[in-house]
């Protein structure tokens, strides 16, 4: 890849590149107080709306607390048919509800239904304290293992959700959290697209909105409180391609079903991950100062992998960054540079390159004369 300029002691190559249908894209407006929408390859933010505010979470708490009860099944500590037993104080939690029987034994496979299914409150206390021993307990081990996933912003004070000044999380954490449900637990990935489940003659429908729509819908959650509104934790699949997008901080639920729908269904049709570089393709060519030869070809060591906008036809730039030139002896492997990738509205993204092979130094004569005819050149 031929250099296309050079500047005094620093080198900035910058190439355009084609890539069919990429580039900048229109960003969406919604009325949602925090928004995220994540591409669930390569990982890059396709939309975001203050989305490391901390906000209350609502039911979609009940996403960490499915986290910790598929952790429990695939380390063997239960199965699912284990039983826990109806307290008192989940039999008697308001809001949603699975109704169970105080003191009625529960499968863990129809308490996982009455928790993704229903939202209910009391299975969701059913499964804490069985784990556990009682809610608290159960909210300090959600709080270890959100940090040990990566939620860094985010805190549990009990099981379901219910509102609480210290119980709080971000759409990021949640995204976080919705990724690593699938990823970790694919097995159990089933319950999250279940439309409806019958318990104690009792019929309840999925309250996930995107269930019902031809989107690919794949789960998740969803919630409210008074105090942060309507919300909702959604991914879907399409055409080989998964989003994982949360939204909260809306007025109601037909607002929410149809601006979850929108951003899905945007991030699903208006982006293509392509791949921009294989592991160990030659980026660029560094020049080379005293060297046998006069330049060494540089590479990345990861594939390139990037989700792109379809629409409106700016090129992406890419420029490689290095202080020129590298002097020589230098060894193959060597970190060397570092190239930048600009995709419009998008950000910029950094990779360091590497020398694809050594370089001897010259002799100390030719060394000389090169030095020589340096200082000539560079006086003009």
Avoid at 84 to 108: C, D, H, P, Q
Avoid at 111 to 128: C, E, H, M, R, W
Avoid at 311 to 327: A, E, G, M, T
Avoid at 345 to 364: I, K
Wanted: glycine residues 8%; aromatic residues 10%; proline residues 4%.
């Amino acid at each position: 890849m031929p250099l296309s300029r050079f500047l005094s002691g620093f080198l900035m190559m910058t190439v355009f590149i084609i890539v069919s249908q990429s580039c900048a894209h229109a960003v969406i407006e919604i009325p949602a107080k925090q928004a995220i929408l994540l591409d669930d390859e390569t990982g890059q933010v396709l939309f975001k709306k203050d989305h490391k505010t901390q906000m209350p979470t609502s039911s979609m708490s009940k996403v960490m607390t499915m986290y910790m009860v598929f952790d429990a099944l695939q380390s063997g500590k239960i199965t699912m048919d284990t039983e826990f037993t109806v307290s008192e104080k989940a039999w008697r939690k308001g809001g949603s509800k699975m109704f169970v029987g105080l003191n009625e034994n529960v499968k863990i496979s129809d308490l996982i239904k009455g928790v993704i299914v229903q939202s209910g409150n009391d299975a969701t206390i059913v499964l804490a304290e069985g784990l556990a021993g009682t809610e608290e307990n159960f909210a300090d081990a959600m709080n270890v293992k959100a940090k040990e996933i990566g939620m860094e912003n985010s805190n549990f004070t009990n099981a379901s959700g219910w509102p609480d000044p210290n119980h709080y999380s971000t759409v990021y954490d949640l995204a976080i959290l919705a990724k690593r449900i699938h990823k970790d637990f694919p097995e159990y990935s089933k319950f999250y697209t279940q439309k409806e489940f019958e318990y104690n003659g009792i019929k309840q429908p999925n309250r996930n909105p995107l269930l019902y729509k031809d989107i690919g819908a794949t789960g998740l959650k969803t919630g409210h409180t008074d105090a942060g509104g309507y919300g909702l934790i959604g991914t879907a699949k399409k055409n080989g391609r998964s989003v994982t997008m949360v939204v909260n901080g809306l007025s109601n639920e037909r607002e929410r079903g149809d601006i979850a729908e929108q951003i899905i269904t945007w991030g699903l049709n208006s982006f293509e991950n392509k791949e921009l570089y294989k592991a160990g393709d030659e980026v660029a060519a560094a020049r080379i100062a005293f060297g046998k030869q006069t330049s060494v070809p540089l590479t990345v060591r990861d594939t390139l992998f990037f989700t792109l906008p379809k629409k409106n036809q700016k090129d992406i730039k890419i420029s490689v960054h290095y202080q020129s030139p590298l002097r020589a002896p230098i060894q193959a492997g060597k970190e060397v540079a570092t190239l930048k990738i600009s995709i419009p509205d998008m950000g910029d993204y950094d990779y360091p390159l590497y020398t694809a092979n050594d370089v001897e130094q010259l002799g100390f004569f030719k060394r000389a004369l090169a030095n020589a005819k340096h200082l000539i050149f560079s006086e003009r």
